[in-house]
């Protein structure tokens, strides 16, 4: 059983940068790959991010890539998403999740990920 908790999240100008964290405990992170999700009000949960077991690959949602970075700290069992240049409509509920494997390509379907955290809160002002 993984147990994943997020943080980092708060309220940011357009334009800003935020950094999320998405710390594990329970089980080590090194056998699982990473992804992040995000769910805007009145939409539905989608995919943002993925990064598979040694951080070797990683995977973006075309409306997020060139701004967000995903990266991952096995040794502190912690999975981080930087976000540059946000935008209004980056405003979301941000959660990570945990899918077991080492696959080379991290699965963008959030029906692979087997563990989920509570999600931050970002929001992006004009």
């Known amino acids: 059983q993984v147990q994943l908790v997020e943080s980092g999240g708060g309220l940011v100008q357009a334009g800003g940068s935020l950094r999320l964290s998405c710390a594990a405990s329970g089980r080590t992170l090194s056998s699982y790959a990473m992804g992040w999700f995000r769910q805007a009000p009145g939409k539905e949960r989608e995919f943002v991010a993925a990064i598979n077991w040694n951080g070797s690959n990683t995977r973006y949602a075309d409306s997020v890539k060139g701004r967000f970075t995903i990266s991952r700290d096995n040794v502190k069992n912690t999975l981080y998403l930087q976000m540059n240049s946000l935008k209004v409509e980056d405003t979301a509920v941000y959660y990570c999740?945990?899918?077991?494997?080492?696959?080379?390509?991290?699965?963008?379907?959030?029906?692979?990920?087997?563990?989920w955290g509570q999600g931050t809160q970002v929001t992006v002002s004009s």
């Open positions: 999740a945990a899918n077991p494997g080492f696959y080379y390509s991290p699965s963008v379907s959030e029906k692979t990920y087997n563990y």
